[in-house]
């Protein structure tokens, strides 16, 4: 059993040194707590909602015996997109959309077309959440979490229907992309459009190096 006696002197009073003991605990206990780190979260409704694609149109192929695929009009345009997720006045991330004639081999009678949605980071310090097919872009549902432990690329495809071997990406429906820049983690929220467009709902960052975020965390 303890000599709880011990924690007296001759004079039966608590010495000072075990009361100062006692009355510091508390302050201790409190600068503890205030290192835990905390979520600081970015979010950024895109209102109206940033849409765009680079076909107006599809008109049908003049050499329909063979079962060809529409004709895009206008026959090649391209489009970009830039984000800067931690509002500090520099793009973080480019998305890009295009389309151009197939001209790089023989597909046959029918003319073939490219299709292709990317997103890009803009600096050495920018990266995409990708599958384990690193360039295609994993994209995440609500709640899911975006955190270092992702796989991370410099580009990630959406979209590439490509050559002769279309469909040679799939295609993607409405998701978020996890994003990180330096050791700041954030999401884009993304829908897929007809004619091979895309729409930008909204996104968000963590502000706190190094924390996860939740895609849709507000």
Avoid at 13 to 35: A, G, H, Q, T
Avoid at 187 to 216: D, Q
Wanted: glycine share 6%; net charge negative; hydrophobic share 35%.
């Amino acid at each position: 059993m303890p000599n709880y006696c011990s924690l007296f002197d001759k004079s039966g009073r608590f010495p000072r040194v075990v009361i100062l003991f006692f009355c510091c605990m508390p302050f201790f206990s409190c600068e503890r707590e205030s290192l835990t780190p905390v979520d600081e979260i970015h979010y950024t409704d895109i209102v109206p909602d940033k849409e765009f694609h680079t076909v107006r149109s599809f008109s049908p192929s003049l050499v329909s015996v063979f079962s060809c695929s529409d004709i895009p009009e206008p026959a090649d345009s391209s489009v970009t997109f830039d984000l800067d997720i931690n509002n500090d006045s520099i793009s973080d991330f480019r998305i890009n959309a295009s389309h151009r004639a197939y001209t790089d081999g023989y597909c046959g009678h029918c003319s073939v077309f490219t299709y292709n949605i990317y997103i890009e980071g803009c600096t050495d310090q920018d990266s995409i959440a990708c599958t384990e097919q690193i360039w295609i872009a994993r994209l995440f549902n609500s709640g899911d979490s975006i955190q270092a432990k992702n796989t991370w690329s410099p580009r990630a495809e959406l979209v590439l229907l490509e050559g002769c071997a279309l469909p040679f990406q799939t295609d993607f429906d409405r998701g978020y992309i996890g994003v990180k820049t330096g050791s700041l983690y954030g999401y884009i929220h993304v829908e897929k459009m007809p004619f091979h467009g895309i729409r930008i709902l909204e996104f968000g960052f963590n502000a706190s190096e190094n924390r996860s975020i939740v895609c849709g965390q507000q």
